[in-house]
């Protein structure tokens, strides 16, 4: 149990059947009246972030999110299915419970899979990938102003914008959180 008192950002626990996690909180003690915690909360299953003014005092039962390092094996039919390195067993996690940032992810590749209770609901990529590029345009020598991008096509099907001197067959190291170009990867 954890009393809203001792509520700490990235913390976890159930409320009415919700499985929720601190984003931000602040306690607050008024002039007139009791003190409370002001608090912004993530539903992990669903996503949704509300804010929430709770008395210190209250109890929530501590929820234990799982988060295992699996590797991605193949996608079939909108399933995608994640191998356990230690026993083999392969989890299949449907397309909704995948966010923007997997378009980064290729096969092989060990991301972190979140459960509560053996449902899994979320799949956490690596921060940074290192991608080739398939399809691009070419750069012009001596254009060199600063800032200027254009569009690439990575090996996963997903779109970046990369600098003009990035070349077709380069593998560049990508932020999967924002999306954003990082640096040329060294070879």
């Known amino acids: 149990m954890i009393s809203a008192g001792d509520f700490r950002n990235g913390v976890t626990f159930e409320e009415d ?3 929720m996690q601190v984003i931000e909180f602040q306690h607050v003690k008024p002039g007139k009246g009791a003190a409370f915690v002001r608090t912004k909360v993530k539903n992990v299953i669903t996503g949704g972030v509300v804010e929430k003014s709770y008395n210190p005092s209250l109890k929530f039962p501590t929820a234990f999110i799982e988060r295992k390092d699996m590797t991605f094996s193949y996608e079939d039919g909108g399933l ?5 390195g230690e026993t083999y067993e392969q989890i299949p996690v449907e397309k909704s419970e995948l966010d923007d940032s997997f378009r980064f992810v290729k096969e092989d590749m060990i991301c972190k899979v979140l459960s509560y209770k053996g449902k899994v609901f979320g799949v956490e990529p690596p921060n940074f990938v290192e991608l080739e590029i ?7 020598r001596g254009d060199t102003a600063t800032n200027v991008t254009k569009p690439a096509k990575l090996e996963t099907g997903a779109e970046v914008r990369v600098p003009l001197f990035i070349d077709i067959g380069e593998v560049i190291r990508v932020d999967t959180r924002t999306g954003e170009y990082m640096e040329r990867a060294n070879k």
């Open 17 to 19: 059947g919700n499985v």
């Open 80 to 84: 995608y299915y994640f191998m356990d």
């Open 134 to 140: 398939i399809e691009t345009d070419p750069g012009f």
